[in-house]
């Protein structure tokens, strides 16, 4: 399940809440969050805290000073992770981007995924996968791909390349051949990229991938 990604802001409000009811058993008023967490105004508050709510995080109830029912425990008690959905990926023929330090790393939604699908991993994001290149290893267009920030991998992985000189990253296994690097599609059809290594630059390597069985 995919959800649309939080605030900075509406984080730290879900943070202080849920803060809130672990160190005293019931939560928050609105003033306790302005205060808590540093906000301007309680319009700020309802306003995220509204937002909150539409997301599926939180409950209000009316007419109540502290109505804020926290649907996030139930959530982690099911083992439930939000892992940031940060954009696509060739895994094709590379597709452009604009460089490795723009990359855009900003999540426009996030996914819900089971804590064991993130391998008890901490640095862990999402992408879309586009194109065909690792149909043989079951990965397809449109599928999900769970990665984790490395910037290093053993031969064999399948990596996030960024080709520096391209301008370009792919989806591919990284293996090490003498003075080059040779980046293998798991699709018979389609050859492999051969580079030098320091026109590589590794930006993660898959540990899940989710299918779309459509």
Avoid at 27 to 42: A, K, L, N
């Amino acid at each position: 399940m995919t959800r649309k990604a939080l605030s900075p802001k509406q984080k730290r409000i879900l943070q202080f809440i849920r803060k809130f009811v672990d160190a005293r058993g019931y939560p928050p008023t609105v003033r306790d969050i302005v205060s808590g967490c540093d906000i301007s105004s309680t319009s700020v508050v309802a306003y995220n805290l509204a937002r909150l709510e539409t997301a599926g995080y939180i409950r209000r109830h009316a007419k109540i000073s502290r109505g804020v029912e926290f649907l996030a425990t139930r959530r982690n008690s099911q083992n439930i992770v939000s892992v940031p959905i940060i954009g696509e990926i060739a895994a094709g023929e590379p597709i452009p981007v604009p460089n490795s330090e723009t990359w855009d790393t900003i999540a426009t939604e996030e996914l819900e995924v089971t804590e064991d699908l993130t391998r008890a991993k901490q640095r862990v994001y999402a992408l879309r996968v586009k194109g065909n290149s690792m149909i043989d290893a079951l990965i397809k267009d449109g599928d999900i791909v769970l990665m984790e920030y490395v910037s290093n991998a053993e031969n064999g992985d399948m990596v996030a390349a960024w080709l520096k000189a391209e301008k370009e990253v792919t989806l591919k296994r990284l293996f090490r051949e003498n003075n080059r690097i040779r980046l293998e599609p798991a699709n018979t059809q389609m050859r492999p990229i051969y580079t030098a290594p320091d026109n590589v630059e590794i930006q993660g390597k898959v540990i899940t991938v989710i299918r779309q069985l459509a």
